[in-house]
């Protein structure tokens, strides 16, 4: 059985999905943090980048989100596109720091059982664990079911639903659909064209692919947009969502482990993980035990921590060397079982010429070290001012609520500062300070390491 933990704090929310008594994978959401896949937006077309081939579409974001031809229209790519137009499009990707968001002209709506697809007619089979009976059955039901000007496509959620209930969920989408339209026709580009969800609700829906058999939220504002969201949305999960306080003390020492650079291996060795731009590295060190259970518990571990910090995109495993062929069958194996439960369905390449065990995840969320972290000036990573400003909004929450009533300074670096004062963190102070009914004082102190923060009474 799954459960879904999300821990909420000013400004942002950390979600834990748990299986077999295990952290599978760790998710944070933040305010107001910029496009996010599923998001529709009534974009501008900037300008046409033939020689890529791609265009550029302003979404309201701080650069112009990406849209390359084969995300554009199908089998027409960038033709009948004009810079000037406005273009009902999808995020795809999320931004990352050298890449712009990527979107698409191709919507498709999740939904409880289905998905759809307005606009492009027929029905697709997508699921992975379904026999071949119960494809076709699915199928005849979604082609009863779909209008001429819709399609559909089926996943593994679909399974052993009834012609009702499939009919029900295409109805729902429909009426979402018809909203989003409705919007669009309302709208000055660029236009976001459904409501913001708040980070808590934004980490439960991203889970819904395979949804978690409980969903504990420790906020109850939050709590209740979740639940809200469900009734609109995926109203038989409602029943799975509970009100539990405190998750986050109880999250924080899975968010460090997370986040090390280093993980011990039972029996012996280590991995070490590294992103970069081009791809995620990840090193066994075999500290002095036998190659071959070291390599295969790396391989176990390595699929976990690929899962867990969300990485993606080319990912690079450099096994402990093994000169016999059938030990790397073994590993190989052993990885691709481990990797077998991953919902973002990871593709093993297999063994590079110089020892390496390649594969390719896909990407579109950004992975925890991109969200939290930047190159410093010595090339090594650091917090970003938000990561460090959000851990001291949730500092100076857990000393308001210890001392009511106080007036509290923060002492921090003066970037740190900036970003409470005006910048990405400071809707979060503002309703920090609406909550308790008086001022956060800032002190900004020249010098001050950027990681290091004070709290005390002002």
């Not at 969903?215 to 809200?228: L, S, V, Y």
């Not at 991109?370 to 929450?397: Q, S």
Request: with cysteine.
């Amino acid at each position: 059985m799954s459960t879904l933990s999300i821990a909420v704090s000013p400004g942002e929310a950390w979600g834990a999905l748990e299986e077999e008594g295990a952290i599978v994978e760790l998710r944070v959401a933040r305010a107001g943090g910029g496009a996010r896949p599923g998001a529709l937006y009534l974009g501008r077309i900037v300008a046409l980048r033939p020689e890529l081939p791609a265009a550029l579409v302003e979404i309201g974001e701080d650069r112009a989100a990406f849209l390359s031809a084969e995300d554009a229209q199908p089998r027409k790519g960038l033709a009948g596109l004009a810079e000037g137009a406005a273009v009902l499009v999808q995020v795809k990707k999320e931004a990352r720091a050298d890449k712009a968001t990527g979107v698409t002209l191709r919507p498709l709506l999740e939904g409880a059982l289905v998905d759809l697809r307005p606009r492009r007619a027929g029905v697709s089979l997508r699921a992975r664990h379904i026999d071949e009976a119960e494809r076709q059955r699915l199928a005849a039901a979604l082609a009863r079911i779909a209008r001429a000007d819709e399609g559909f496509d089926i996943g593994d959620r679909a399974a052993g639903a009834s012609e009702d209930a499939l009919a029900d969920d295409a109805a729902a989408l429909r009426a979402r659909w018809q909203a989003i339209d409705a919007a669009r026709a309302r709208a000055t580009p660029p236009a976001r064209l459904e409501p913001e969800a708040g980070p808590a609700t934004e980490i439960m829906a991203a889970f819904f692919a395979a949804p978690p058999a409980r969903i504990a939220i420790d906020d109850r504002a939050a709590f209740a947009e979740a639940r809200a969201w469900l009734l609109r949305h995926r109203p038989a999960l409602v029943t799975v969502l509970e009100y539990r306080a405190a998750l986050g003390e109880d999250m924080a020492a899975q968010i460090e482990a997370a986040l090390a650079p280093r993980v011990t291996l039972p029996g012996g060795g280590a991995l070490a993980i590294e992103t970069t731009a081009a791809a995620a590295m990840i090193d066994v060190d075999s500290g002095g035990a036998p190659a071959l259970g070291v390599n295969l518990a790396a391989a176990r571990e390595a699929a976990r921590q690929i899962r867990l910090r969300n990485l993606a995109g080319p990912i690079v495993i450099d096994f402990i060397a093994m000169r016999k062929p059938h030990e790397r069958d073994q590993v190989r194996a052993a990885l691709a079982a481990a990797l077998a439960p991953d919902p973002a369905a990871p593709q093993l390449l297999g063994w590079t010429r110089l020892g390496h065990i390649e594969l390719m995840r896909p990407r579109r969320h950004a992975a925890l070290e991109e969200v939290l972290f930047e190159r410093g000036a010595d090339g090594g990573r650091i917090k970003t001012a938000l990561t460090v400003a959000l851990e001291a909004l949730k500092a100076a929450a857990r000393a308001a609520d210890a001392a009511p009533g106080a007036a509290l300074r923060l002492s921090l670096a003066p970037e740190v500062a900036s970003c409470l004062q005006d910048g990405a963190a400071a809707a979060a102070r503002r309703a920090l300070e609406a909550r308790w009914g008086r001022a956060l004082r800032l002190r900004p102190e020249p010098g001050r390491p950027r990681a290091l923060f004070d709290i005390a009474p002002a």
